[in-house]
């Protein structure tokens, strides 16, 4: 995060996720009146160093246990010492060198002018007395606990004050002092230890052996007001529920996880670029351009994307990526081009609103364009950023599910526009998926015949319709149908489909039924 506006904006979002959510907005206010062109790292982790909390002196003693601090010359003796925490360079702490003279320059000043500073061996000499001090304290016995981890599982070095201790009492190996509880018989433990036999289940969910979930309420409607219809539901939402209900659900009620992540150049950002630059590249009741014009035009539309949708894409660290994004782009300006071209098609919208129901579901979204072919047809497009391998398969299959949604909008609208109108007076539809990466154009059946467009199936969602009547009618009744840990693989095989709403979130991944012993043995099946 190398811009001020990027670390703004997330410190922004940060402060509408707390509670309450605002608290944060004067800090922020300062910070951005005392900011320059780029962030003052240096000062600004300076602000957020850990620091001791003030509090009340600790007790000097508690139920007759006389408590000594490291820095501390013990004022009683007592017959145990026991000591915490012996780790790393904590006891005796080391004196740090003197950061404007060396020990021979001190020394000088000692014998010039009889100013003894502090000097790093003298200092040494009285934290190694304290140190014995501290020691001869017990009469009878020191018992000194060194913790083998830090908190995060991490193995932690033993104290420098082992090696001295080791010294006093003669021993010329340190690690003969030590004993580790872990290695002694249960009857030689310091300690009262009570063994106890593992659970095997424990952690674990109690799943119902039926794999269905009876909450009790129709959970389409969550969202909607008392005694309205529910809201509508967009394709990927229901591509979502065909694959995980578990997984829709959580997304409606905004319960999934919230995780941090740097700003990255993934899939969602390159497909939300590309889209942009064949939106800007493209628009309605214009001819494709002339080659010679494609890579100002393109360039100047990868641009604008960054700087409305990707800022921090612009920054010189990601020089290398947006290089090779702008060399992508251009590619498929260029085949997108030759489409139009070849086809005679027309774009004659970009990103347009449908709205209607499919079986009584209200559904909402929003096509990436809308194309008028010379024959009098219209196409319904989508761009997907990726090859076309996957989504061929998928529809040969029957999964297909989301232009299959768009046609069913277009076909039973909710709110009229020249393109419903267009389909109520007879005009053909298409629907079509565009992979940007190899350029191919795969139509549903209406489709079939059409110049540089390839048809898979005359119906690539006659599954996922079925399947979509089914488990909508389920969550309708309030029963979610949990997934098992063999759908991922399951779904790829069978239906085409990467499983994305099953990667990614620990809850969903714990409230998965474990695969059937008949299924692992005899291979996945319905």
Same mark, same amino acid.
């Given at each position: ?29 300062? *910070? ?315 774009? *004659? ?11 009584? *579901? ?165």
């Amino acid at each position: 995060m190398a811009s001020l506006p990027a670390l703004f904006a997330r410190l922004g979002e940060i402060d509408t996720l707390i509670t309450p959510p605002g608290s944060l907005r004067l800090q922020i206010a300062l *910070l951005r009146s005392q900011g320059g062109e780029r962030p003052d790292w240096p000062a600004l982790l300076a602000l957020v160093a850990p620091l001791p909390l003030p509090g009340i002196a600790a007790p000097r003693t508690v139920e007759g246990v006389s408590v000594f601090t490291e820095n501390d010359l013990p004022w009683r003796s007592v017959r145990r010492l026991i000591v915490l925490g012996m780790q790393g360079r904590s006891w005796p702490r080391p004196q740090p060198a003197n950061p404007f003279f060396t020990e021979t320059e001190i020394a000088l000043i000692g014998t010039a002018t009889g100013l003894h500073l502090p000097g790093r061996a003298r200092e040494t000499a009285r934290r190694l007395e304290l140190f014995r001090r501290q020691l001869c304290a017990a009469t009878e016995a020191a018992v000194l606990l060194a913790p083998a981890r830090d908190m995060a599982g991490a193995r932690l070095p033993p104290s420098t004050a082992l090696a001295l201790i080791a010294r006093l009492l003669g021993q010329t190996d340190p690690a003969h002092l030590v004993v580790d509880p872990r290695q002694l018989s249960p009857s030689a433990q310091p300690f009262a230890l009570t063994p106890r036999t593992p659970d095997a289940h424990a952690g674990r969910p109690d799943l119902p052996e039926s794999g269905d979930v009876t909450l009790g309420r129709d959970l389409l409607a969550l969202k909607g007001a008392a005694g309205a219809d529910p809201p509508p539901q967009s394709p990927s939402q229901l591509e979502t529920l065909i694959v995980s209900p578990l997984a829709w659900l959580l997304a409606e009620i905004d319960a999934r996880d919230r995780i941090w992540s740097p700003e990255t150049l993934d899939v969602l950002v390159l497909g939300t670029v590309v889209h942009g630059v064949l939106e800007r590249v493209f628009p309605p009741e214009t001819p494709p351009p002339a080659p010679e014009d494609m890579p100002r035009l393109t360039e100047a539309a990868l641009a604008e994307v960054i700087a409305r949708k990707a800022s921090w894409l612009a920054e010189p660290a990601w020089a290398a990526e947006r290089a090779s994004l702008a060399r992508e782009a251009l590619r498929v300006v260029q085949g997108w081009a030759r489409f139009l071209t070849e086809t005679g098609a027309m774009t *004659l919208a970009n990103e347009i609103s449908l709205a209607g129901d499919h079986g009584g *579901l209200l559904m909402a979204g929003r096509a990436d364009g809308l194309l008028r072919l010379p024959d009098g047809r219209h196409l319904v497009i989508d761009h997907k950023r990726g090859t076309s391998g996957k989504r061929r398969r998928r529809m040969q299959l029957g999964w297909d599910l989301q232009v299959a949604l768009y046609r069913a909008m277009l076909e039973r609208p909710s709110q009229t526009s020249a393109l419903t109108d267009a389909v109520a007076s007879g005009s053909p539809i298409v629907t079509a998926y565009h992979t940007t990466l190899d350029g191919a154009v795969l139509t549903d059946g209406a489709g079939a015949g059409l110049a540089r467009a390839e048809c898979p199936a005359t119906d690539p969602a006659r599954e996922a319709l079925a399947h979509l009547v089914e488990v909508t009618a389920e969550v309708g009744a309030g029963r979610l149908r949990l997934n098992t840990a063999s759908d991922a693989v399951r779904f790829e095989k069978e239906r085409g489909i990467t499983a994305y709403a099953l990667a990614g979130d620990e809850l969903i991944a714990a409230l998965m039924l474990p695969e059937p012993e008949d299924a692992a043995e005899e291979g996945i099946d319905d």
